[in-house]
């Protein structure tokens, strides 16, 4: 048994030895430039990838075969951050661009060589543009922030930040960086002490239609100087008080809006930021002067549950054209999730024809699964959904079977 076992170990050591005399050493990147010409051009670049510069293709690609596209050994993220930790240290960061956080490097950097520093597939805000297309729109108003048409990275980090909208620093610090409190902003600023101020709640940081960038949609004690109407004081010791809680300020002159704390659902105006947690109370771009479009301003406390932790949310945003208040009555409401309606009278407004000969709702007609009565979202999704339309389930068996078993 011993000489068995001797003569098994003795023929493997000769099959190592003669493998390793065999190692025949490659000619990088010579002998990938025999069939990869294109790649080769790219040698002149000015700015080139440490590794392509080396010439060493097999850092990053298996020269024989792979489970990843292009022969790279391994997946894009893992093998970026292998040499780039400075990178994916941030990853822990508050807010991570999502390219980096999918391990998407290749939609901003060419992994080879560029014209553009650290490889940059374009300069500046030209490459934002590739997927931030409104920006494009920013920059045809009448005044545009002069750090937005130089470079978007003047100030957001194209990573990630511990500062909200990937911004390199937090508002005001960021704006102070170029902005000084001098006498001049003193007045133009009514003496107030704006150290800790939150300058994007009047100004676009964009661009604007408006000289200073203050946004379009201004409030009337704002855009009349009245700043009296709702804060306590005035002056270089001002705290920015307001002369009474933000609900009470605010319905006294918006009077419609109290008849919604009869309502059922009402939570909105009981918080403690009340009618601030979705309007500016100076100016904004927006109508209502909302803080953001509907799809943005909603999204910051919807859709956050795990549930849709690994899905787009844009994907949940709900039907193409219209905004959350087409079917959610955002000041209250006494149907569930703040509708307009019950379950059937608000996808009535659009689909007043949907079902007419086929699947019967309404008061009468009891789903089995919860003994209420059967209404659109028995079987529809508000929101996104896997299967059109708007079906949480396959429509040809699994979501019948929910009811339908025999």
Same mark, same amino acid.
Request: with cysteine.
């Given at each position: ?54 010439? !060493? ?15 790279? $050994? ?51 805000? !030209? ?40 911004? $390199? ?16 902003? $003193? ?37 009349? /100087? ?35 704390? +009869? ?29 953001? @479009?509907? !799809? ?9 549950? @795990? ?28 149907? @569930? !999730? ?18 007419? /000969? ?38 040809? /068996? +699994? ?8």
């Amino acid at each position: 048994m011993k000489t068995t076992l001797l003569i098994i170990l003795t023929a493997l050591f000769s099959l190592v030895t003669l493998a390793t005399a065999s190692v025949v050493n490659v000619d990088e990147p010579g002998v990938c430039l025999m069939c990869h010409s294109e790649i080769e051009e790219l040698m002149s670049q000015k700015h080139r990838h440490t590794a392509f510069d080396g010439g !060493k293709c097999s850092d990053c690609h298996n020269p024989h075969a792979s489970k990843h596209a292009a022969l790279l $050994s391994e997946d894009t993220k893992e093998l970026c951050l292998e040499c780039h930790d400075n990178i994916k240290s941030r990853l822990q960061m508050t807010t991570v661009h999502n390219p980096v956080m999918e391990g998407e490097c290749l939609s901003c950097h060419d992994p080879h060589a560029t014209a553009f520093a650290n490889q940059l597939k374009q300069a500046g805000s !030209k490459l934002c543009l590739q997927c931030h297309e409104n920006v494009e729109t920013w920059l045809k108003r009448s005044y545009v922030h002069q750090p937005v048409a130089d470079d978007c990275l003047n100030c957001h980090d194209p990573h990630a930040s511990n500062s909200e909208k990937l911004l $390199s620093n937090s508002v005001p610090k960021l704006c102070f960086g170029c902005h000084s409190q001098d006498a001049a902003f $003193s007045t133009a600023h009514k003496g107030y002490n704006l150290s800790n101020a939150n300058c994007v709640t009047c100004h676009d940081p964009h661009s604007a239609t408006q000289p200073n960038l203050l946004m379009a949609n201004q409030h009337s004690p704002f855009k009349g /100087g009245k700043c009296s109407t709702c804060h306590a004081n005035q002056g270089e010791s001002s705290s920015f008080a307001l002369v009474s809680d933000v609900k009470t300020l605010c319905l006294t002159c918006h009077r419609s809006i109290k008849s919604n704390e +009869d309502l059922k659902y009402h939570h909105n105006l009981d918080d403690e930021q009340s009618c601030l947690n979705c309007h500016n109370p100076h100016a904004s771009s927006t109508t209502s002067m909302l803080a953001a @479009e509907q !799809k943005t301003l909603c999204m910051r406390c919807h859709f956050n549950g @795990e549930e849709y932790a690994a899905k787009e949310k844009s994907a949940y945003i709900t039907h193409k054209g219209i905004d959350c208040s087409n079917c959610h009555t955002p000041h209250g409401s006494n149907n @569930e !999730k703040y509708l307009d309606g019950d379950g059937v009278t608000t996808c009535d407004n659009c689909h007043s024809n949907a079902h007419q /000969g086929s699947h019967p709702v309404g008061a009468d007609v009891i789903d089995q699964r919860t003994n209420k009565p059967v209404t659109c979202r028995s079987c529809h999704k508000l929101h996104g959904a896997d299967f059109e339309p708007y079906l949480p389930l396959n429509p040809k /068996g +699994d979501l019948c079977i929910q009811c339908h078993r025999k």
